[in-house]
């Protein structure tokens, strides 16, 4: 159980002997809802997950810190990573930019340093294509559109099959893909999304269709034209999100009745 549907049951201060008395009474509340144990190989999996998402925050840390360093001496980087990345050593091997030789040392240990990160990361996400080779149900919701690798391991090492919850609206509930609902007078208004549950399995759903959004152009089939209706009538942040519980939906559907997604 969340520690938050625990609390309101506990009387008097913090302690062991409180906090047990308080999981009895909310552990027979009918509208308690439970987590459900994940196995050690889920727990495994994930734990290459939160290493992944660790270096590649340490990463976007180091690169703005390098462009921060460059602008102090009036060298403008150019904006993205990899375009960062071959900015780096051309100012560094540049003697006429009147970089000093000690700033010089300094970004250039730094830029060493970037370089260990991403191969890092290459690694760790080789390990995701080695675990998507082994793993049927992962190979089967990556043929949604904008699952990879990351994505279809994160999923299936955070919910198994989905059989704790009990529809996929449920599952994008978990995520914060929902909007939240404002009923009065019999009347229900929708709000935001919630964007309460799994931030990590939201953000890569989230990134994922953008990218398949943002590559539309002149595809025909349904889900492309669904999705550009979608954007006009919406606006693309909207239209993102709609996609992204889509295939929330979709992905719990493949898993739970373990069918084939067909492409339509």
Sequence with gaps: M??????????????DLN???AICTAVI????????????DQQAILLLHRARDHWVHERTALLNQIRAMLAEFGIIAPKGRHALQTAIPEAL???????????????????????SLNQRIAEQEQCFDMLVSRSRQAKKIMKVAGIGPITATAV???????????????????????????????????????????????????????AVIAS????????????????????FKRAIVALAAKNA??????LRNDTEYQTI
Aim: glycine share 10%; aromatic share 8%; hydrophobic share 35%.
């Design 2 to 15: 969340a520690s938050k549907y625990v609390a309101p049951f506990r009387t008097g201060a913090k302690n």
């Design 19 to 21: 906090d047990a008395i």
């Design 29 to 40: 509340r009918p509208s308690t809802r439970f987590v459900r144990i994940k196995s050690a």
């Design 93 to 115: 091997e540049d003697g006429d930019n009147l970089l000093p030789d000690l700033a010089r040392a300094i970004i250039s240990d730094y830029f060493g340093h970037l370089l």
């Design 156 to 210: 299936i090492a955070s919910i198994g099959r989905g059989e704790q919850f009990d529809k996929g609206r449920d599952f994008a509930a978990r995520l914060g893909l929902v909007p939240t609902q404002y009923p009065t007078g019999g009347k229900p208004r929708l709000g935001r999304i919630t964007k309460k549950g799994d931030r990590y399995l939201r953000t890569l759903l989230v990134h994922g269709v953008r």
């Design 216 to 235: 539309l152009s002149d595809k025909t089939d349904r889900l492309s034209l669904w999705c550009k209706s979608l954007v006009e009538r919406r606006g």
């Design 249 to 254: 939906r979709i992905i719990w559907s493949l």
